[in-house]
């Protein structure tokens, strides 16, 4: 059973940044399509972005391009979320997220396997 602990959450300014972290208990996920997703207070959780095993083919949902980067240390057996230029609509849990196997459908919730806890990420204006 594969465990995921994010990190790295908190309070930030507009404008601000904050690094992410998930740190999984296998070394078996280095071989594992990974994601962040966040759900903020009365939505639906959504899909932010997502990295293949490799790490070098990423995904991001529009809103966040130019903004956030998905990277991941295979060696450490974690994955990161570089969060630039945050606005008060980032507000959200931040979840990681993993799958064995890589799917046209990684937007998609219910496509993975195993999820963090969760870490807050709240931006003031």
């Known amino acids: 059973q594969v465990q995921l602990v994010e990190s790295g959450g908190g309070l930030v300014q507009a404008g601000g940044s904050l690094r992410l972290s998930c740190a999984a208990s296998e070394r078996t996920i280095s071989s594992y399509f990974m994601a962040w997703f966040r759900q903020a207070p009365g939505k639906e959780r959504e899909f932010v972005t997502a990295i293949r095993w490799s790490g070098t083919i990423s995904y991001y949902t529009d809103s966040v391009k130019g903004r956030f980067t998905i990277s991941r240390d295979n060696a450490k057996n974690t994955l990161y979320l570089q969060m630039n230029s945050l606005k008060p609509e980032d507000t959200a849990v931040y979840y990681c997220?993993?799958?064995?196997?890589?799917?046209?459908?990684?937007?998609?919730?219910?496509?993975?396997?195993?999820w963090g806890q969760g870490t807050q990420v709240t931006v003031s204006s």
């Open positions: 997220a993993a799958s064995p196997r890589y799917s046209s459908g990684y937007a998609m919730s219910q496509e993975y396997d195993y």
